[in-house]
């Protein structure tokens, strides 16, 4: 599977963006798809995953602030980010999981080039 991460940019603290994770080579609704994110100088850490049946799961530091869903028409899976704070800025990836800890990017072996997203304040 290869996967194309886009929608990130420079927005101001309090925007919103919506990211976009195309897939091609399976479809994203037989895979859990997870987004991660890595700002500098640190390790890239877990933000939200999708599971095949629906299920999604969100890092504590952005739940009720962003929604992970997908549109499998074109096989797609989207993260979309509210009231965007500046410890938000970093680059973002999405990847299929492989196995083992769901939040562990160890655990995913597909990702994307990652896209990245700027938060001023």
């Known amino acids: 599977v290869q996967l194309q991460a886009s929608g990130g940019g420079l927005v101001q603290a309090g925007a919103s963006l919506r990211l976009s994770c195309a897939a091609s080579?399976?479809?994203?609704?037989?895979?859990?798809v997870g987004w991660f994110r890595q700002a500098p100088g640190k390790g890239r850490e877990f933000v939200a995953r999708l599971t095949p049946s629906g299920t999604t799961h969100y890092a504590a530091s952005v739940k009720g602030r962003a929604t992970i869903s997908r549109d499998n028409a074109k096989n797609t899976v989207y993260l979309q980010m509210n009231r965007l704070k500046p410890e938000d800025t970093a680059v973002y990836y999405c990847?299929?999981?492989?196995?083992?800890?769901?939040?562990?990017?160890?655990?995913?072996?597909?990702w994307g080039q990652g896209t990245q997203v700027t938060v001023s304040s």
């Open positions: 080579g399976r479809t994203v609704d037989s895979s859990l």
């Open positions: 990847a299929t999981y492989y196995s083992g800890t769901l939040y562990l990017p160890t655990s995913y072996d597909c």
